[in-house]
């Protein structure tokens, strides 16, 4: 489909084959993929013009919006590093960001700049910022602004030498302890990555593809890749309700839509608008695992949609992906490796599992991250050397080849399709027994009382944890802490059962990357919050 090897050559060689076509649309506005290389060519001579030097990094904090994409390929074709930084962050958490990964330049607007004012000071490698809607002059200091329009008018310059093994990306992710991780993901990751996932999704040309997942989220930023890939053409949207996400489908004929499991559960619970289904060819999950009950309702919806259930991470981008065909059969697995990966489950000792045996789910291949920025000893964590007599290594082989283990647990059956257990670190222990908190929750999504739903443990005296749910009620119900417990009891052996219950009005709390915050939630029910509400078995 494409000679690319590089993240920018992406859209280089679909212009090429297509200039006319549209790439991108956001708003009323549209932009062809021939206009597109031209703007990203224009950033390249005016950060090249600002002395920007090889894989310096260029951090981009705004919505979706035309320039947020000129401005994360042009970056790289320049020959520096784009730093995506989710605009939902405050201040003090974009500050920690530019002065982890040294960012020299901010691409940013007017109305953000003034939230930052009072941090700039602090970051004290940032020379440049870049105003996508107004003109600026020195700022005080060694820090300058200059406007997105002066910047492209910039003499004609070349980019540096860059190769496929280059940095391209810093994604942070907010991890479930400490501060935010910088993943690196190299040009290969991230060309690699748009190949393998528009192979198995079967993109084409012909596709609109929905951008709702935030672009600082390596699923987010992966509709840009996969669909300029092909020369498709993608729909950024900010959305503030799911009600807007199906009016932007509707509006914009959109054929492929990825979301995590909470913005699903909400679309599931309103009306579609009939056109949807006609054109929607497939939707994808990622970020967790979608509830049975959820799914099920949106294949009734979508009759002529495929469902595809993925798994990933961000240091290795996607791992598996479950083909539509096998979700009847199979609808709890998480399928098994994307093509160009191999995904094996290893025990600590570092052997393979037998078939049902749980052990942690390891990448190998060409999408394996560059490690955390500037941390060693997580990256020692995360980012191991293969044993030697790991498949694919034979004997002979002497330099090592660095695998990604996940600290997720999965086990893979005898067809070699693979099921989530737990995050190691989520992991609930409780009377002896090791409950993982997705399949509590599961079950209590199959009740079908509940809009959306948590669980993890709390320390107790006797049962080591116990297990504290937070729910919230279905769109339109009342929800009774003991009409819950009950059909928990029907399906859940005594040792799962929740041990309280807590009823919130929706929705929970999200990350900055849209998925249910079961870190915060938990630190929130420790700290105390909202004891008053809480429904305890046995009162």
């Known amino acids: 489909m494409t000679d690319a090897s590089l993240l920018p ?20 506005q549209s932009m062809s993929y021939g206009r597109l290389q031209q703007m990203v060519a224009g950033l390249v001579s005016g950060l090249i013009g600002l002395g920007l030097q090889r894989g310096e990094r260029v951090a981009i904090y705004l919505e979706k919006r035309l320039e947020t994409v000129i401005a994360s390929f042009g970056a790289t074709a320049a020959g520096c590093v784009f730093v995506p930084l989710n605009p939902l962050l405050k ?65 004609a310059r070349a980019g540096h030498r860059v190769i496929d093994s280059d940095m391209a990306a810093i994604l942070y992710t907010s991890g479930s302890t400490g501060k935010p991780k910088g993943v690196v993901l190299s040009h290969r990751n991230m060309v690699a990555g748009a190949k393998s996932v528009a192979g198995y999704l079967e993109n084409t040309a012909d596709d609109t593809l929905l951008a709702a997942l935030p672009l600082s989220f390596d699923a987010g930023f992966s509709q840009l890749t996969t669909a300029f890939h092909v020369g498709a053409r993608v729909v ?45 060819r497939y939707f994808a999950n990622t970020g967790g695992r ?42 709890d697995s998480i399928g098994k490796a994307i093509p160009n990966a191999e995904i094996l489950v290893m025990r600590e000792d570092g052997s393979p599992c037998a078939a049902n045996e749980p052990g942690e789910l390891v990448h ?37 080849e660095i695998a ?37 929750e599961e079950i209590i999504y199959a009740t079908r009382l509940v809009g959306e739903c948590v669980a993890f443990g709390v320390e107790h005296p006797t049962l080591g944890q116990a ?23 029907k399906q859940m052996p005594a ?45």
């Not at 050559?9 to 009323?28: E, N, V």
């Open 9 to 28: 050559d992406l859209i280089r060689c679909s212009a090429s084959r297509q200039p006319d076509a549209c790439a991108l649309t956001y708003g009323k």
């Open 91 to 155: 201040a003090e958490q974009v500050a920690y960001i530019l002065r982890d990964c040294n960012v020299r330049a901010l691409v940013t607007s007017d109305e953000r700049l003034a939230l930052l004012k009072p941090i700039l000071p602090s970051c004290h490698d940032l020379r440049h910022v870049i105003l996508v809607n107004g003109r600026a002059g020195p700022d005080g200091g060694p820090l300058a602004c200059l406007g997105w329009e002066e910047l492209l008018q910039t003499p």
């Open 236 to 280: 950024l949207l900010n959305y503030l309700l799911p009600q807007d996400v199906l009016k932007a489908m509707a509006r914009e004929k959109v054929s492929g839509l990825t979301a995590v499991p909470p913005l699903y559960i909400q679309l599931s619970q309103l009306e579609w608008p009939g056109t949807i289904g006609e054109r929607l």
């Open 290 to 331: 979608m509830p049975r009950e959820t799914l099920a309702t949106l294949r009734a919806r979508l009759p002529k949609s495929k469902p595809f259930l993925m798994y990933g991470l961000t240091e290795a981008f996607r791992s598996t992906y479950l083909p539509p065909h096998e979700v009847d059969r199979r609808p």
């Open 364 to 400: 190998r291949g060409a999408l394996v991250g560059m490690g955390y920025w500037n941390d060693r000893e997580k990256t020692a964590e995360r980012y191991k050397p293969l044993p030697a007599n790991a498949p694919g290594r034979d004997a002979g082989l002497v330099l090592p």
């Open 404 to 440: 990604v283990f996940s600290g997720d647990t999965v086990r893979m059956d005898e067809d070699g399709f693979l099921y989530f257990v737990g995050r190691r670190d989520e992991m609930i222990k409780t009377s002896g027994y090791r409950v993982s908190p997705t399949e509590v």
């Open 467 to 489: 297990i504290q749910v937070i729910a919230t009620p279905a769109a339109g119900n009342h929800l009774e802490a003991a009409a819950l417990l009950a059909e928990c009891r």
């Open 495 to 539: 040792y799962m059962l929740p041990a309280a219950i807590l009823l919130r009005q929706g929705p929970l709390p999200r990350n900055p990357n849209g998925k249910i915050d079961r870190k915060a939630l938990a630190t929130e029910f420790d700290a105390g919050a909202g004891q008053g509400a809480a429904h305890r078995l046995g009162d």
